[in-house]
């Protein structure tokens, strides 16, 4: 079960960027071109970026409402608690429901960023990906070191550059990466291919995992009528076919040291997916001339961490995950949150699970992949 003194660390919760972030920081000359705020006709609070307005400010901001009351999108900041876009008013929550620390994911430029990689002046998008870095870390994780751990966007779109600011973001406190989980459906290459090795490269020496949440590369294929509840049931799909791709390319042959975590993902799937890709490898790895020496099993262990908010079937199935391949979330402020019982429902689930182990799921697996010691001497 679930010691009591375990500080609780959560691998993924979201951030509403307050309506200044960029324009605070930005270079005079991206001004106008955003992001900024502007209160509609309708009443609603949207972002503009260059010629698109983003209506999503909070997607799924709802911690603090009923389940009759959630919706996809808050019209305006006011419909929301404080402690989605103030770092104190986030810390009195945590507090709360029980949590030590945090690792926040973006909201208006997308999880991994995949809206300034949309953007036409990419001089543009490189400023306002710094703008963010520099809001993330000196601004949210800032007010309190102790209880947040910073994660930072790449300008993915161009590798060398990207390069550079992780180096940047490494010397001034980053502890992490949020990456897109498949860049192909982004248009840009896969990770089969040496496109993406300096990048690679540049976070292994700098020792920050990349994080690729669930919907990054876009949403699951759904039938055109269907609800939107049927792509959220699937999102985690794409985790699978994540890890699946990334167990089959080179990328942890090169970095043997880099880790990736799939945010949101769930943990049921793991011991499936695994046999399968083993059973794969071994029938098929002749002929089709894989470079891959052990079984993708063991690949897992060593560089990839599944998260879960509440996965029973994964918790029984711990002995064939691994329990140090495996982190809890909070997912604050989204829907999918317990927020604010996310302990006493983590502490059910842990129920009968070994005191070490449940500690290791809640706090210690994350210590350590983000070199985190916020809260702890």
């Given amino acids: 079960m679930l010691p009591e003194d375990t500080q609780l660390i959560s691998v993924d919760d979201h951030v509403i960027e307050h309506a200044n972030v960029w324009q605070d920081r930005l270079p005079e000359k991206y001004k106008a071109a955003g992001p900024w705020v502007e209160r509609n006709a309708a009443g609603a609070d949207v972002w503009h970026f260059e010629d698109t307005i983003y209506s999503n400010i909070g997607l799924n901001a709802v911690a603090g409402k009923s389940k009759e009351e959630f919706g996809l999108e808050p019209l305006v900041w006011d419909d929301m608690i404080p402690g989605c876009y103030d770092p104190a008013a986030r810390v009195r929550d945590m507090d709360t429901d029980g949590i030590q620390a945090q690792l926040c994911f973006p909201s208006m430029p997308g999880f991994a960023g995949t809206k300034f990689a949309q953007a036409k002046d990419k001089d543009l998008a490189l400023a306002c990906v710094q703008a963010y870095n520099d809001w993330m870390i000196d601004e949210w994780c800032g007010y309190a070191p102790d209880r947040f751990i910073p994660m930072v966007l790449l300008p993915f779109w161009d590798p060398q550059a990207s390069v550079t600011e992780i180096e940047r973001t490494a010397a001034k406190g980053a502890k992490a990466i949020t990456f897109p989980e498949n860049p192909v459906a982004l248009g840009f290459p896969s990770f089969h291919s040496d496109h993406w090795d300096p990048l690679l490269a540049a976070a292994q020496d700098a020792q920050l995992p990349l994080c690729m949440h669930f ?163």
Avoid at 300 to 308: A, L, P
Wanted: one cysteine or more.
């Fill in 215 to 377: 919907g990054t590369g876009g949403a699951p294929s759904v039938s055109p009528d269907a609800p939107f509840a049927v792509a959220i049931a699937l999102f985690g799909m794409n985790s699978q076919f994540t890890v699946t791709e990334l167990l089959f390319s080179p990328m942890f042959r090169k970095f043997p040291n880099l880790k990736v975590a799939l945010s949101e993902g769930g943990i049921g799937w793991i011991p499936y997916v695994l046999e399968r890709c083993d059973y794969t490898w071994e029938r098929h790895r002749h002929y089709q001339h894989l470079e891959l020496q052990v079984p993708p099993s063991e690949i897992f262990r060593d560089h990839v961490y599944g998260c879960f908010i509440s996965d029973e079937g994964g918790l029984d199935a711990l002995d064939r995950i691994g329990v140090d391949a495996v982190m809890w979330e909070c997912d604050y402020p989204h829907s999918d949150s317990n927020w604010p019982n996310s302990r006493k429902m983590l502490g059910e689930s842990l129920l009968n699970i070994a005191d070490a182990d449940a500690r290791k799921i809640a706090e210690l697996n994350a210590r350590k992949l983000f070199n985190f010691t916020g809260g702890r001497s």
